[in-house]
């Protein structure tokens, strides 16, 4: 069982940054590749970044390229998205997500285990 702890989430002015954290208590954490989905309310939930194993590739969705960026530190078992250039739109619940035994994925059903979020809320 994989435990995913989201924080860094808050209420930042448009043009801000924030960068959220994402904790895994698993032993074996270089063996998941991790990703980042968002929800805002009344829409489905959404792919924003995702990386390897290694961290030696990411990919992300194009409304955040450029502006978002997702990192990985095996040591620290901690996944990083670092988000800049906020907007309005960009408010919405963060999710981590973990897969055990694939590679990196944009659909959520691919990824076996989920945090509990950390809500972004940017103001104009």
Known sequence: QVQLVESGGGLVQAGGSLRL???ASVRTFSTYAMGWFRQAPGKEREF????SRNGGSTYYADSVK???TISRDNAKNTVYLQINSLKPEDTAVYYCA????????????LYDYWGQGTQV????
């Open 121 to 124: 809320t940017v103001s104009s």
């Open 48 to 51: 924003v970044a995702a990386i």
């Open 66 to 68: 450029g502006r978002f």
């Open 21 to 23: 954290s994402c904790a």
């Open 98 to 109: 973990a897969r055990s035994g694939g590679t990196y994925s944009s659909v959520p059903r």
